[in-house]
């Protein structure tokens, strides 16, 4: 117990790392607020309001969240297809790209060109699939249903949302790159500012469309203070219960566990504070190493734990 809640921590600090760097490059595009400030002020709020609420507030903000995050996803996909020219001028986009509709070759945006996709690449990406199997904040959603008879309900639910978010999101990725390319909207020097540049060209177009601007905004702030806030919530409790309860044997009251995982929460926090601290830094890339690591170290694991009894 005591190795496998090192490595939810170990993972779990990049990955909360990650979430800061969204809040810091969020408000600094949006508000030529300075990157680093906006990034710690993030992390001071998330760090509060899950270290006074906890599990609760951590799940009844999530669900607040996730809706904000749906309502600004249809909004941002309905608003940029049309500007890019509607759905077959987004297609014809796609498929002027190299290798993009490729099933042996994959498009390189640095390049312009198509670029070989190997069986290695090919193994590498659909290896992602296991990084959900073990993601400890994800699983710790499960373990805490209070009926087990609305497991069922509950992973329908989830697997349709992943289905909608993920596909959304490339199809994002996909009007956005059709949207540089008519000019509608500038080159951008980081990708991952796309959705943040549809969302400033949409409140150029009146009171209303602000409005929505605002909402979609939101729904970014929301997606990554909801993940941010669950993996503080699951790396505190991973200290306490297992590291101190679990491998030192230390008989712990209520009170000193909640002391304690308060305490990790925040050394967490500023650790991940460091990491973010590079404005150049890629969210998708640090994202990318707790990914993979949770998704080796726990995914095969938990798979093989429906089917073999012994594991």
């Known amino acids: 117990m005591s190795i496998t809640a090192l490595v939810i921590i170990v993972f779990f600090v990049p990955y909360t790392a990650s979430g800061f760097a969204a809040c ?86 640095d390049t312009g060109t198509a670029q070989p996709y190997t069986v290695l690449t090919i193994i590498s990406t659909l290896a992602w699939g296991l990084g959900y199997f073990g993601m400890p904040h994800i699983l710790l959603r499960f373990m805490a249903i209070e009926n087990p008879e609305k497991v069922k309900l509950s992973r329908r639910i989830a697997s349709i949302w992943v289905v909608i978010s993920m596909a959304v999101a490339v199809l994002i990725g996909l009007v956005g790159n059709a949207m540089v390319s008519n000019n509608t909207l500038e080159a951008l020097d980081d990708s991952e500012t796309i959705i943040v540049q549809m969302s400033n060209l949409l409140s150029q177009f009146g009171i209303i ?20 806030d669950s993996q503080l919530l699951a790396a505190s409790s991973a200290a ?25 929460l925040i050394i967490i926090s500023v650790i991940g504070v460091v990491i973010a601290w590079d404005s150049d830094s890629s969210v998708f890339g640090i994202v990318s190493f707790a990914w993979a690591g949770f998704g080796a170290a726990f995914g095969p694991v938990m798979l093989l734990s429906l089917f073999l009894e012994k594991v």
């Open 240 to 264: 306490s219960e297992n590291i101190l309860g679990g491998a030192f044997r230390l008989k712990l009251t209520e009170k000193s566990k909640m002391i304690v995982a308060r305490v990790t």
């Open 24 to 109: 810091g490059k969020l408000f600094g595009t949006l508000f030529g607020v300075d990157y680093h400030i906006a990034m710690v002020v993030s992390a001071i709020v998330i760090v509060i309001y899950t270290s006074m609420g906890g599990f609760n507030a951590a799940s009844v903000t999530d669900l607040i969240q996730s809706i904000i995050m749906t309502c600004a996803l249809i909004c941002v996909l309905v608003f940029s297809v049309h500007q890019a020219g509607g759905i077959s001028a987004v297609v014809e986009n796609a498929q002027a790209l190299p290798g993009y509709f490729s099933f042996t070759q994959t498009y390189s945006a």
């Open 209 to 228: 469309p602000a409005f929505i601007a605002g909402i979609i905004l939101a729904g970014i702030l929301a997606s990554t203070m909801s993940t941010a």
